[in-house]
């Protein structure tokens, strides 16, 4: 097919009905917000309190939620121009889809690092201080944004060597599959993403069940320990689930094609919004330490 009809067919299979555009417009909208503003009171929080800046733990927080609120904003910002405008062109969308991949396969990553720590924290808790230092976790972070480009910028330039510089100039409905469509970029994307999902569910089940099992025999919370870990696994299931999306995606188009708008959008809500929700819950709300910062900060600029 040529590209203009392929972008046509892209458009129509994505295209929604009015009564419907409205309402997920602005359910999107508010969610992101919602987000957005919660997660601005953490980070508030953190930098207005130097007993956040020691501890490991919190600066990897920090940098998932600060991931957290660059993906929202930019998949609200692609949500909402796929409906007002439909086309944009082809370089701004290949910087958006970039940068909304880079720190999307980030979260995992920073997931998988936390647990590590947390698994340092609890089961062998006198090496922890060693271990797990300030330098140590800022070059942690460093190392995971090289990972995630090492794996993100090949798409560009695959797309850069092999597309005319025509397309680059054209408009195209803007997703990851109308720009990045080339076969060797979607077979290097599904290599990627099952070693992603085996390393990184490796990482989790090791030591979360190490946790838990710390948890039942020496800790006199076993109840909440327990919560609070299969809270965060539920929270790395939903984002490891966005390594299945595409294969999904595929599936949904060929069994419920009549549908396939609203399996979009539930896709986008369950695999982009909805374990950024919970991140301010596990890491933030829960946490006794950031708890009661977050009120008096929260009770302080109630006051003012």
């Keep these: 097919m040529s ?48 007993i956040f800046y020691t501890n490991p733990r919190y600066i990897l927080f920090l940098h998932l939620i600060l991931n957290d609120m660059i993906l929202v904003t930019l998949s609200t ?24 991949v880079l720190v999307t396969e980030n979260t995992p990553l920073n997931l998988a690092c936390m647990a590590v720590e947390c698994y340092i924290a609890i089961c062998i808790p006198l090496r922890h201080v ?43 409905f803007c997703i990851k599959e109308t720009v990045f469509r080339i076969p060797q970029i979607i077979k290097k994307r599904d290599i990627t993403y099952i070693v992603y999902l085996v390393i990184v569910w490796f990482i989790i089940f090791f030591t979360y069940f190490k946790i838990l099992f710390t948890a039942k025999t020496a800790s006199q919370d076993a109840t909440k320990a327990r919560n609070t870990i299969i809270l965060h696994g539920f929270q790395v299931l939903l984002s490891m689930s966005m390594y299945i999306e595409p294969p999904l995606k595929e599936a949904l188009l060929k069994w419920l094609p009549q549908y396939y708008s609203d399996s979009l959008f539930a896709c986008y809500i369950i ?34």
């Design 3 to 50: 590209t203009s009809s392929t972008n046509q067919t892209v458009a129509i299979n994505y295209r929604d009905a009015f009564a419907n555009v409205v309402p997920k417009n602005v359910f999107v909208v508010v969610l992101c917000i919602s987000i957005n503003y919660i997660n601005v009171a953490l980070m508030q929080t953190f930098s207005k309190n130097q």
């Design 77 to 100: 910002m692609m949500f909402v121009i796929s409906y007002v405008l439909i086309r944009i062109n082809v370089s701004v969308c290949c910087v958006l889809t970039l940068l909304a």
């Design 130 to 172: 060693q271990i797990c230092t300030v330098k140590r976790t800022l070059i942690l972070i460093g190392l995971i944004w090289m990972t995630s480009m090492l794996s993100v910028l090949p798409d560009l330039f695959i797309s850069l060597a092999t597309m005319p510089l025509d397309f680059f100039n054209s408009r195209v």
């Design 271 to 304: 695999f982009q919004i909805l374990p950024r929700a919970i991140s301010p819950i596990v890491y933030g709300v829960r946490d006794k330490t950031y708890r009661k910062y977050l009120k008096k900060y929260l009770l302080c600029k109630m006051s003012s």
